[in-house]
């Protein structure tokens, strides 16, 4: 029975793993394995493991490595707790693969140490670009550190065999938060309501914001401005959601609870998770922020998104998309144009370019069927134009 060991280290992406997840569980032929790390373990970020076991799954080995410095100094003693604390799990479970999803500094860690311990690697999501975040860096580093590549879309795929890896290893399987939404039984608008305990209005907006790590400094400077312009809101209800573990990423959950102690409009969760995040995706009228949610997810539900800054800068993008620069005036403008009756129309027509679905059968048969026999040595693919260089 082949073991397939995925971790997974916060609620979002859990949410996309979890299709998959279950797939691989059902699979007779395979034995899931579970490590759950950093965010999923802090109780400041909701203690979001016990969703992952609430939801029938058994966790193989918990990793603590999150400490409670969101500084540049503290995040890297963290990445060096999670190293000691994989290079231990992966003695311990011994897994014939191991799957990671995208681009976080834990993820990071999990890919390092199993390439130390010679363990087979694929990675979900590479190939994507963020270039307002550290973890394009880290993105890129784990996908030559992996030996399987699941891509959501033939631009990313194109994009990981000119980082040198081998075609035949980059398969292009679409995005998995298109599955959740396919599969997943959302709530209604009052059993949303309830959920959340919190009356929707006329307009409502969801809004997430992650530091923007590459930005010194600028991240609280940025939230002020989209704080001001959601201030110029007039009869709208908010929904914020809280960022990441990611370098400053305090001071904007702080910024959080005092604007929701403020505007009675307003409610802020730490975690929403999967069931709830998704169903408020039918009631919104659109997502604000820097999330990838925005990008990946909103599309499917027809509804715009304010892309404000630079943090996702580079990802393909739908036409429910609008970028703005994190400037109080311009966010403001984007909004104003979310809910002008032209691109409400528009959006009436949006395909979302991360697929229809399917991603987590695809990848389920790959991992399964793939022969693992020296898959670790790898060559680098050189990418040739017409000219032969």
Not at 324 to 334: F, S
């Amino acid at each position: 029975m082949r073991k397939i060991c995925i971790v997974t280290g916060s609620r979002a992406e859990y949410g996309l793993l979890r299709g998959l997840m279950k797939e691989i569980n059902a699979d007779t032929d395979l034995r899931l394995q579970i490590i759950s790390t950093c965010m999923h373990l802090s109780p400041e970020f909701g203690l979001t493991y016990r969703q992952i076991e609430e939801d029938g799954f058994s966790i193989d080995k918990k990793i603590e490595m999150l400490l409670s410095s969101d500084t540049s100094v503290g995040v890297s003693k963290s990445m060096g707790v999670g190293m000691i604390g994989f290079a231990d799990a992966y003695e311990e479970l011994k897994p014939d693969l191991v799957i990671l999803l995208g681009d976080r500094f834990e993820t990071f860690c999990a890919s390092a140490a199993a390439c130390i311990a010679r363990i087979p690697l694929a990675h979900i999501h590479g190939g994507e670009t963020t270039q307002g975040a550290v973890d394009e860096a880290f993105r890129h580093s784990i996908t030559k550190m992996s030996h399987l590549h699941f891509t959501a879309t033939a631009e990313y795929r194109r994009r990981v065999i000119q980082l040198g890896e081998h075609p035949d290893t980059v398969i292009n399987v679409g995005g998995l938060g298109v599955d959740n939404i396919k599969n997943l039984k959302l709530l209604d608008r009052n059993s949303f309501e309830r959920a959340i305990d919190f009356k929707l209005g006329e307009k409502n907006l969801l809004v997430t914001y992650h530091p923007v790590t590459l930005e010194k400094k600028k991240s609280e400077d940025q939230f002020k401005q989209l704080l001001e312009a959601l201030d110029q809101l007039e009869d709208t209800k908010l929904i914020f959601t809280n960022p990441n573990a990611d370098t400053d990423g305090r001071i904007i959950i702080k910024m959080i609870a005092e604007y929701v102690k403020k505007n009675n409009n307003a409610v802020a969760f730490a975690n929403l998770g999967q069931l709830r995040y998704l169903s408020s995706l039918q009631f919104v009228d659109g997502v604000i922020g820097n999330s990838s949610s925005g990008i990946l997810e909103a599309p499917t539900f027809k509804i715009g998104t304010v892309n404000v800054g630079d943090r996702q800068k580079g990802r393909i993008k739908a036409e429910s998309v609008i970028d703005c620069d994190p400037k109080k005036e311009a966010i403001r403008a984007a909004v104003e144009k979310l809910y002008s009756i032209r691109f409400q129309s528009l959006l009436k027509n949006v395909k979302n370019p991360y697929g229809e679905g399917g991603a987590a059968l695809k990848i389920k048969k790959h991992v399964k069927e793939i022969n693992l026999d020296n898959i670790l040595k790898k060559i680098f693919y050189d990418v040739r134009d017409e000219s032969g260089f």
